[in-house]
């Protein structure tokens, strides 16, 4: 059975910088996209960053454009989020997930539970 | 990125039919046959309903329902039953490698 496990959320300071870790396990990891969706307290999902198999297609929301770095170790069957300058509105529960396709579309086949990262002084 | 706009709320009662609506523009939902529907119950992960427009995953039943015409998708569940309530998401492709979702809808099984 295809799992993902987030870990790395926490509380933060703005401004500050923190790296999220997805472990997969139950799939051929290198043959799918990945992508990571957030929800803040009381809102709905937003899609975050999605990396293709190979790692030759990457995207970003406006919103994190330039602040978050997406990338994949296939040899460790893991995703990571690299989050910089981290500000109050990015306070969410981030989900770790795979896509059924190798590059990044939206078919989004299993999700993790999530890890919460919260961003207050 | 402007998020796709869906209904904030619908309801009906069992036995009943829904449809939720998603309306994107030329550059995510008219400009790819790549709409996603999700169910999101609080406190459990999503799951994904209908995929390409109008594709159920296995193990999905077959009251759900996809379609598409221009910029707008729409979700359409039959025979609904009291464990269809939940929130509903749609996603689109866009243009860019980018993805988009909806603002969400809240369905309320009467």
């Keep these: ?36 969706v957030r929800q803040a307290p009381g809102k709905g999902l937003e899609w975050v960053s999605g990396v293709s198999w190979n790692i030759g297609t990457i995207g970003y929301a406006d919103s994190v454009k330039g602040r978050f770095t997406i ?9 990571y989020l690299q989050m910089n300058s981290l500000r109050a509105e990015d306070t969410a529960l981030y989900y770790c997930v795979k896509d059924r396709n190798f590059g990044v579309v939206n078919v989004m086949d299993v999700w993790g539970q999530g890890t919460t990262v919260t961003v207050s002084s | 990125q402007s998020a796709l706009t869906q209904p904030a709320s619908v309801s009906g009662s069992p036995g009943q039919s829904i449809t939720i609506s998603c309306t994107g523009t030329s550059s995510d939902i008219g400009g790819y046959n790549y709409v996603s529907w999700y169910q999101h119950h609080p406190g459990k992960a999503p799951k994904l309903m209908i995929y390409e427009v109008s594709n159920r995953p296995s193990g999905v039943s077959n009251r759900f ?38 603002g969400g809808t809240k369905l309320t099984v009467l």
């Design chain 1, 71 to 79: 990338s994949r170790d296939n040899a460790k069957n893991s995703l």
């Design chain 2, 65 to 102: 329902s996809g379609s598409k015409s221009g910029n707008t998708a729409s979700l359409t569940i039959s025979g609904l039953q009291a464990e269809d309530e939940a929130d509903y998401y749609c996603s689109s492709y866009r243009s860019g490698s980018t993805v988009l979702f909806g």
């Design chain 1, 1 to 36: 059975e295809a799992q993902l496990v987030e870990s790395g959320g926490g509380l933060v300071q703005p401004g500050r910088s923190l790296r999220l870790s997805c472990a997969a396990s139950g799939f051929t990891f290198d043959d799918y996209a990945m992508h990571w």
